[in-house]
Nanobody
Framework: QVQLVESGGGLVQPGGSLRLSCAAS????????MGWYRQAPGKQRELVAV???????VYADSVKGRFTISRDNAKNTMYLQMNSLKPEDTAVYYC?????????WGQGTQVTVSS
């Protein structure tokens, strides 16, 4: 089992920045990939960014150039640096970890972009 806890969400004005953190614990050995997903009200959960065990990254087109995913293996923590935030980035952001055939999820953290 892998436990994931997100933090860092909040209210920010358009154009502002936030950094989300995801702390992993439990059986974290051999996690293949970790990622961030988001779900806005009335919409399906969507991929934001993924970081693979070799360090390669994948981003949704909507966040390319604005968001950066990173991972600190020594701290078992993944981050999402979000810059130039837009109202359409408002959503609950979820951390995920894939290990073998299993996917684990955090409880989510709310990000609201509004003036």
């Amino acid at each position: 089992q892998v436990q994931l806890v997100e933090s860092g969400g909040g209210l920010v004005q358009p154009g502002g920045s936030l950094r989300l953190s995801c702390a992993a614990s439990g059986s974290i050995f051999s996690i293949n990939a970790m990622g961030w997903y988001r779900q806005a009200p009335g919409k399906q959960r969507e991929l934001v960014a993924v970081i693979i065990s070799d360090g390669s990254t994948v981003y949704a087109d909507s966040v390319k150039g604005r968001f950066t995913i990173s991972r600190d293996n020594a701290k078992n923590t993944m981050y999402l640096q979000m810059n130039s935030l837009k109202p359409e980035d408002t959503a609950v952001y979820y951390c995920s970890a894939r290990k073998g055939y299993s996917t684990y999820w955090g409880q989510g953290t709310q990000v609201t972009v509004s003036s």
